[in-house]
C-alpha cells in the first residue's frame, strides 16, 4: 500500500478543526500539536501532541521524526509564525522566514508598506508613553489609533479622540503586547473590507471580498461580515491591485492572505493590515466557500503542499454573512429569526455565559450565526437586522 503523505496541523481548536477534516479527507496522515485545553481537534487527529503551538523549538524536534511533506495552519498569527518556523527549518512549502516579522509586526509591517510605496498614515512605535511623547506623540492630529504592535483580536485597541486619554491608552496596549510594544497611527476613515487571497509561487489569487461591521470607536471589535462586499467592478478592481501590491510588499508567496483595509468616501482605500493566514471569524473557512464555491480550506492544504490551487467552483450562494451576539437584544433577534427564516441559518454557535457581559474584544462576544441566501439584499437585511 502507497504510504500515506503527513502534514503537520499547528493548533486544534475549533477553527482548525475544517484543515483537520480536510486533511483527513484528502488521505493526509495527521500530526496535531496543540495544548490539551480546548483541543477539539485531538479526537479528530491521527496523531495527537499535546503541545503548546508557540513551542515552535519543541515541535521542530518532532517533525524531524515525523517528517512530514507540508506544515498548515488556518487559525492564528501566532500558529502562523510556527508554521513559518517549521516550513523553513524543514525546506517544505511556504512564505520566507521574514514574513512571519513583516505579516505580524504591525510597525514593521507599516515600514514595509511605506518602503514600497503604499499609502501610509503617519505612526510611531514606543514602549511607554514617555518614549511616544520623545518621538513626537504630542503633534499628531486628533483622532489616532494605539494599539498593540503584535496583537490580533482587537485586544489593547483605543481611538484617541481627546490627548488626555493617551497616557492609559498606551499602557493598555504595552501590557497587552507579547513584545511589550504599541503603536499609535494616524486615525483612517472610511468604511472597511477584508480581502481574502490564496498565493502559489508568489503569484496571488483574490477570492473574495469581504465587508466588515465593527462597534466603532473605542475598541472596533467585528460584529458582522458579509460578501459580496457591494463594491463597483472598478473599485473591486483597484483593491485587488491594491492587495497584491501589499503582498508582495510584505514576501507573502505562499497560502491564505487576509487584507483588512478602508476605502474613503472619495475612494481612496487605507489599508489597516495584512495577515499571512485565512480571516478568521468563520471568514475563510464558512463565508468564502458559501459565497465562491472555492475550497478555500483545501487550497490552503494544496499550497502547503506546494501545488496550484484547485480553483474548481462547487455549488454555492450569492450572498452570505456571520453577525456577532454582543448582547442580549441580539440573542432575542437571532431567536426570532429562527423563527422567520430557519432556512437562510447555516449554522450557530451561543456561549454559555453572562449575555450582560459587555464584550472587551473578539474573544469574549457570545456567539454567532452565519446566515446563507440567495437574495442579496434580504441577506444583508437579516445580517444588518434591518428589517425582514
Ligand atoms: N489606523 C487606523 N485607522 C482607523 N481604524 C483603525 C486603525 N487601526 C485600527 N483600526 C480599527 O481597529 C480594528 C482592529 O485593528 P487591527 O486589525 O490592527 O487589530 P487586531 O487586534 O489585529 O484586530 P483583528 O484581529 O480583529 O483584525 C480595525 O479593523 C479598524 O476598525
Ligand atoms: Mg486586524
Known amino acids: 500500500m502507497e504510504k500515506k503523505q503527513r502534514v503537520v496541523i499547528i493548533g486544534a ?18 500530526h496535531v500539536f496543540a495544548w490539551e485545553k480546548g483541543a477539539v481537534g485531538k479526537e479528530e487527529a491521527d496523531y495527537f501532541y499535546p503541545v503548546s503551538i508557540t513551542e515552535k523549538e519543541t515541535i521542530l524536534e518532532y517533525c524531524r521524526r515525523i517528517k512530514p511533506e507540508a506544515a498548515a495552519t488556518i487559525g492564528s498569527d501566532l500558529a502562523e509564525v510556527t508554521v513559518n518556523y517549521l516550513t523553513n527549518h524543514l525546506g517544505l512549502p511556504g512564505n520566507p522566514p521574514e514574513t512571519a516579522v513583516f505579516a505580524v509586526n504591525k510597525y514593521i509591517m507599516r515600514k514595509k508598506l511605506r518602503e514600497a510605496g503604499l499609502y501610509t498614515p503617519r505612526f510611531i ?5 514617555a518614549e511616544a511623547e520623545e518621538k513626537g506623540l504630542g503633534s499628531f492630529p486628533l483622532p489616532f489609533i494605539i494599539k498593540p504592535v503584535d496583537r490580533s483580536g482587537s485586544r489593547g485597541i483605543n481611538r484617541i479622540d481627546d490627548y488626555g486619554q493617551a497616557e492609559a491608552a498606551f499602557r493598555e496596549a504595552c501590557g497587552h503586547s507579547f513584545e511589550k510594544k504599541a503603536i499609535a497611527e494616524e486615525y483612517m476613515e472610511g468604511a472597511e473590507y ?7 509561487e508568489g503569484r496571488h489569487y483574490l477570492l473574495q471580498v469581504t465587508k466588515k461591521y465593527t462597534t466603532g470607536s473605542p475598541h472596533f471589535i467585528e460584529t458582522a461580515h458579509i460578501e459580496p462586499c457591494g463594491l463597483s467592478g472598478e473599485m473591486l478592481e483597484k483593491v485587488r491591485e491594491t492587495v497584491f501590491r501589499v503582498l508582495d510588499a510584505l514576501h507573502i508567496r505562499n497560502g491564505a492572505s487576509h487584507t483588512e483595509l478602508r476605502i474613503s468616501g472619495d475612494g481612496e482605500i487605507r489599508l489597516i493590515e495584512t495577515g499571512a493566514r485565512m480571516g478568521g471569524d468563520c471568514i475563510g473557512s464558512d463565508l468564502v466557500p458559501l459565497t465562491t464555491g ?7 492544504l494544496d499550497t502547503a503542499f506546494g501545488r496550484m490551487p484547485d480553483f474548481t467552483v462547487s455549488p454555492h450562494r450569492a450572498a452570505a454573512g456571520i453577525r456577532f451576539i454582543m448582547n442580549r437584544r441580539d440573542l432575542e433577534y437571532f431567536e426570532s429569526l429562527q423563527k422567520k427564516a430557519p432556512e437562510a441559518i447555516v449554522r450557530s454557535f451561543i456561549e454559555e455565559r453572562d449575555l450582560s457581559a459587555v464584550p472587551g474584544d473578539s474573544g469574549s462576544r457570545h456567539g454567532f450565526f452565519l446566515i446563507a441566501g440567495d437574495d442579496t439584499e434580504e441577506v444583508r437585511r437579516m445580517i444588518e437586522n434591518s428589517g425582514i
Not at 294 to 300: H, T
Open 13 to 30: 481548536n475549533e477553527f482548525q478543526l475544517p484543515l483537520i477534516r480536510k486533511a483527513s479527507e484528502r488521505g493526509f496522515e495527521t
Open 125 to 129: 512605535e514606543a514602549g511607554s508613553f
Open 194 to 200: 477584508s480581502c481574502e487571497g490564496i498565493s502559489s
Open 294 to 300: 472555492y475550497d478555500y480550506v483545501g487550497m490552503v
